[in-house]
Structure formats: structure tokens, C-alpha cells
């Protein structure tokens, strides 16, 4: 298997697992947390599990959904930050959820289309080159 999505994936899963624990100081850490263990469980088993890749295209069109959802003003609540402007969609908590959820798509699109080019339905690259 590619080293380099080895690094990637397991470097991405990391990142959603901190940026789950950084949600608990959050005002509704209920919601955010699962939000980001999800994305770093589904990017940590690519690494070495099957992955039928309408899983991460799921993930991703949701999470891509809900973005674009808070930049058009879906979601009307934002916490104030010190120095963080917060005229229209510029508000500090809805860019960072945007830009989360953002990065949730982009991510799970990634392993969604490796899955799909791995050649079998539900194999992740780590499954096909191992059976090679």
C-alpha cells in the first residue's frame, strides 16, 4: 500500500479526533464531538479495512449539505470571540462549524473516490494491494 496514504489518513484521523476534543468546552459539544469522532473512525479503518465507499460519500454529502447550509444563513446563533467579526456569515462559531463540516467533506470525497477506484466494491486500498 501507498505509504503516503498511509501518513495522510492516519494524520487526517487525528486531526478529527482533536478536533473532537476541542468541542467539549463548545456550548453543544453533544452534537460536535460525534460529528468529528465520525469522520476520524471512518479515515483511521481506511487504513486497514474494507471500505465500501458510499460510506464516506454519505458522510461527505451531508457533511457538504450542512456546510452549505450554515453559509447561507441556515443557522442563525454564534457564540462571540474576541477579535473575530461578526457581520452576516462571518460569524465566529458558524465559520468554524462551516469550515469543519467543509473539511468533513473534502476528506470523506477522498476516501470515497480511493475506495471506488480500488477495484473491488467495498475494498479499501490496504484490502486490494494486500490481495495483490
Known sequence: MNRAWIVATATWGLLFL?????????????????????PAA??????????????????????????????????EESHLMKGFPQVGVFREELVREGLGLLLIAIWMTVIAIRSARSGRPGASPAVSAASE
Open 42 to 75: 471512518m479515515s483511521l479503518s481506511a487504513i486497514r479495512w474494507s471500505i465500501h465507499a458510499a460510506v464516506p460519500g454519505a458522510i461527505a454529502a451531508g457533511a457538504g449539505l450542512w456546510a452549505s447550509w450554515i453559509a447561507w444563513g441556515g443557522i
Open 18 to 38: 482533536y478536533s473532537a476534543s476541542v468541542q467539549f468546552n463548545d456550548p453543544d459539544p453533544w452534537l460536535w464531538v460525534p460529528v468529528y469522532l465520525v
